[in-house]
């Protein structure tokens, strides 16, 4: 099995996101790499006795999708930020106009989602069977993740996200921050 290795972002100045916040950020996703590969390496080893080891077995094995998605999504959620800000347009932009009535009531819903208590992330992802887009939060990284869904676009509403630049109260301003920098092509490359 390939060794999942830790993505490296060309991330210009971001508009109300210090370098501070997103090299911490950044470490952090650094650990959920780590740590699939840590949990592939030591079920490894486990499934060698799987009867002796079947506890701590089925623990990692619950613990897997957290640790999965961890990585995944902050790999949505940084490369979104590369190549600066564009307002771009495309195929997924006039699908949201079908589903949504238009852009502006989508990214009304979004940001309404992303103010919703708790941690977690809110997702624009597209269902491989019908195509529908969906606006999705997902707790912590795992819990409410449907399945067959394409990720098109990933805010992450944990606190270590914003907390260097904005405190709690802030969520809005930091949302802001968040579309301030998204470069939406590449939410277009992704539907
Ligand atoms: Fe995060």
Request: hydrophobic share 40%; proline share 1%; aromatic share 12%.
């Amino acid at each position: 099995m390939q060794t999942y290795t830790t993505k490296t972002f060309s991330l210009g100045t971001l508009d109300g996101l210090s370098q501070r916040q997103i090299d911490e950020h950044l470490k952090l996703y650094a650990g959920y790499v780590k740590n699939v590969n840590a949990i592939c390496d030591r079920v490894k080893i486990l499934k060698a006795d799987s009867a002796t080891n079947a506890l701590e077995l089925s623990e990692l094995t619950r613990r897997f999708g957290f640790e999965f998605n961890g990585m995944r999504l902050h790999e949505y959620y940084f490369s979104q930020f590369e190549k600066n800000m564009v307002a771009g347009e495309g195929k997924v932009k006039e699908k949201l106009v079908v589903d949504f009535g238009s852009y502006d009531a989508w990214l009304a819903e979004f940001k309404s989602v992303g103010l919703m208590r708790g941690i977690g992330w809110v997702l624009l992802v597209q269902d491989e069977v019908t195509n529908n887009l969906h606006t999705i939060w997902v707790s912590d990284h795992e819990i409410g993740n449907l399945a067959g869904q394409k990720v098109l676009l990933a805010m992450d509403m944990w606190e270590h996200a914003f907390l260097l630049d904005y405190i709690p109260s802030q969520k809005k301003d930091y949302i802001e921050a968040f579309f301030k920098n998204l470069n939406w092509n590449i939410v277009e490359s992704r539907g």
